[in-house]
């Protein structure tokens, strides 16, 4: 498979786990994103003994709540660009490489791909392979962010606070965007699914709002710390990001975080 490139750089992933930063960034995503998945999960069956892959895993959060639900005869493989922050277990493998170009085992019950598809130019080809590692009746989740929807303000401590926010929106999507990413692919998921050939898809989207110093504003302002770089690339000051993170830890703030569209759809069970 080709990987696109943008720019100079390889397109792809706009965060990097190599980071100061990345820790805490990928603890928040766990904190505000792993209530509703593990539902989801659940609610598609997740039991013990089932073999489960984690793409992207980041800090594994999920890897490790997977390998309590589905031990001791299931196991969990995790396979990231740069695993260095999940966990191991006793029934946890952990992979090191870019989804694009690794083969994943086959005969998995679920498989798990949260706010990695939509980095990925080659998301569709992509969703094929993590199709074709399902066992017939395996559960495909695909979780991603719409960051289309941007009416995330529930209120605002001043104009200035909303104009920072809505310029670090601006700033860090349009790197994203510069990267590959597709910000609203996760509307785009449950057809793409179906066409694919997945039976039983469904989508779920969710959100909740955040005040300042929890959830999504710690999220945000880990975000501008890790691209602090190219945020002053798109024009933004450092005395404006400094005051944009005093914002984002001011609870007279309230966000809502990106919408969270979930799509579960389960292979055929005779292919
Ligand atoms: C935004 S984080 C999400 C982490 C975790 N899935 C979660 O939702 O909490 C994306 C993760 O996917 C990994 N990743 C990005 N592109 C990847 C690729 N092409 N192959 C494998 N992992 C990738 C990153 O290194 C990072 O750990």
Same mark, same amino acid.
């Given at each position: 498979?080709?990987?696109?490139?943008?720019?100079?750089?390889?397109?792809?992933?706009?965060?990097?786990?190599?980071?100061?930063?990345?820790?805490?960034?990928?603890?928040?995503?766990?904190?505000?994103?792993?209530?509703?998945?593990?539902?989801?999960?659940?609610?598609?069956?997740?039991?013990?003994?089932?073999?489960?892959?984690?793409?992207?895993?980041?800090?594994?959060?999920?890897?490790?709540?997977?390998?309590?639900?589905?031990?001791?005869?299931?196991? !969990?493989?995790? !396979?990231?660009?740069?695993?260095?922050?999940?966990?191991?277990?006793?029934?946890?493998?952990?992979?090191?490489?870019?989804?694009?170009?690794?083969?994943?085992?086959?005969?998995?019950?679920?498989?798990?791909?949260?706010?990695?598809?939509?980095?990925?130019?080659?998301?569709?080809?992509?969703?094929?392979?993590?199709?074709?590692?399902?066992?017939?009746?395996? !559960?495909?989740?695909?979780?991603?962010?719409?960051?289309?929807?941007?009416?995330?303000?529930?209120?605002?401590?001043?104009?200035?606070?909303?104009?920072?926010?809505?310029?670090?929106?601006?700033?860090?999507?349009?790197?994203?965007?510069?990267?590959?990413?597709?910000?609203?692919?996760?509307?785009?998921?449950?057809?793409?699914?179906?066409?694919?050939?997945?039976?039983?898809?469904?989508?779920?989207?969710?959100?909740?709002?955040?005040?300042?110093?929890?959830?999504?504003?710690?999220?945000?302002?880990?975000?501008?710390?890790?691209?602090?770089?190219?945020?002053?690339?798109?024009?933004?000051?450092?005395?404006?990001?400094?005051?944009?993170?005093?914002?984002?830890?001011?609870?007279?703030?309230?966000?809502?975080?990106?919408?969270?569209?979930?799509?579960?759809?389960?292979?055929?069970?005779?292919?």
């Amino acid at each position: 498979m080709t990987t696109t490139t943008a720019g100079e750089q390889t397109a792809g992933y706009m965060f990097d786990n190599a980071t100061d930063e990345a820790a805490n960034q990928l603890r928040f995503l766990g904190e505000i994103l792993d209530l509703g998945t593990r539902r989801l999960l659940t609610e598609a069956g997740l039991t013990r003994g089932w073999n489960v892959t984690d793409v992207g895993a980041g800090a594994g959060t999920l890897t490790a709540w997977l390998s309590d639900q589905i031990a001791p005869a299931g196991h !969990v493989t995790a !396979v990231d660009l740069d695993p260095r922050h999940i966990p191991t277990g006793p029934n946890i493998t952990v992979r090191t490489g870019d989804i694009r170009h690794l083969t994943l085992e086959g005969a998995q019950q679920a498989v798990v791909a949260r706010l990695v598809l939509m980095h990925l130019p080659e998301r569709e080809q992509v969703l094929a392979q993590l199709m074709g590692a399902l066992a017939p009746g395996g !559960v495909l989740v695909v979780a991603d962010w719409d960051c289309t929807w941007r009416d995330m303000i529930r209120r605002s401590p001043s104009p200035r606070a909303t104009e920072l926010i809505e310029r670090f929106h601006d700033a860090l999507i349009g790197f994203g965007e510069s990267r590959g990413a597709d910000m609203g692919w996760a509307k785009r998921a449950p057809e793409v699914m179906m066409r694919a050939g997945l039976v039983d898809v469904d989508s779920h989207i969710e959100s909740r709002s955040w005040r300042g110093g929890t959830g999504i504003c710690l999220l945000h302002r880990s975000n501008s710390i890790q691209r602090e770089a190219q945020l002053l690339d798109a024009g933004m000051t450092r005395d404006e990001l400094t005051e944009l993170r005093e914002v984002l830890m001011d609870p007279e703030l309230l966000l809502s975080g990106y919408l969270m569209h979930t799509t579960v759809g389960r292979r055929p069970a005779h292919t």
